[in-house]
T-cell receptor
Framework: DTEVTQTPKHLVMGMTNKKSLKCEQH?????MYWYKQKAKKPPELMFV???????INESVPSRFSPECPNSSLLNLHLHALQPEDSALYLC?????????????FGNGTRLTVT | AQSVAQPEDQVNVAEGNPLTVKCTYS??????LFWYVQYPNRGLQFLLK??????LVKGSYGFEAEFNKSQTSFHLKKPSALVSDSALYFC????????FGAGTILRVKS
């Protein structure tokens, strides 16, 4: 079982909807990440939070809005998405933010935009 | 530019035979290298990493990887493949972020 929990597992939304993806970890990790993954492709980094502060934004469109309410929680707010945004969204955490520590991934939210 | 290459889209191996999934890297300085595995409908799972030290790194589920500086390779190996090893494998190198290879599908047939 994964130690990073993502909800929901599946999400279908229209282009005018607003929804949120949630991620939770209780390993005491201080860095948390959002990745986007298309089928059979490597994950693409979207955002990194280190010690609850946004440290990396990979030029992600503003229709994706991350939030880190505390060290255990990470949200991704979605608004006015496009069909091409349909993908598996993965949350990950690590002990530190220096990329030396392994990433622990959740099982993802499979998002379909109609 | 820092990068990793996985030259094989897919590797097929019979159960019980040894398996190798190839990875080559291009980095300046000392590389930090990782292997991750992704089973269907799951997130990625960390298998092993090389930072420094012994060139043979042992990881989870009986996997190991051999770091070869002269060939700039970090191939993933297992002495005896299981059907349950069938999955998508990613090599990655640390740069200012984690740079993943394109991935290799491993199919183990019984």
């Amino acid at each position: 079982d994964t130690e990073v929990t993502q909800t929901p597992k599946h999400l279908v939304m229209g282009m005018t909807n607003k929804k949120s993806l949630k991620c939770e970890q209780h390993m005491g990790h201080r860095a948390m990440y959002w990745y986007k993954q298309k089928a059979k492709k490597p994950p693409e980094l979207m955002f990194v939070y280190s010690y609850e502060k946004l440290s990396i934004n990979e030029s992600v469109p503003s229709r994706f809005s991350p939030e880190c309410p505390n060290s255990s929680l990470l949200n991704l707010h979605l608004h006015a998405l496009q069909p091409e945004d349909s993908a598996l969204y993965l949350c990950a955490s690590s002990q530190g933010g220096g990329w030396d520590s392994p990433l622990h991934f959740g099982n993802g939210t499979r998002l379909t935009v109609t | 530019a820092q990068s990793v290459a996985q030259p094989e889209d897919q590797v097929n191996v019979a159960e019980g035979n040894p398996l190798t999934v190839k990875c080559t890297y291009s980095v300046s300085g000392n590389p930090y290298l990782f292997w991750y595995v992704q089973y269907p409908n799951r997130g990625l799972q960390f298998l092993l990493k090389y930072i420094t030290g012994d060139n043979l790194v042992k990881g989870s589920y009986g996997f190991e990887a051999e770091f070869n500086k002269s060939q700039t390779s970090f191939h993933l190996k297992k002495p005896s493949a299981l059907v349950s090893d069938s999955a998508l494998y990613f090599c990655a190198v640390r740069y200012n972020k984690l740079v993943f290879g394109a991935g290799t599908i491993l199919r183990v047939k019984s």
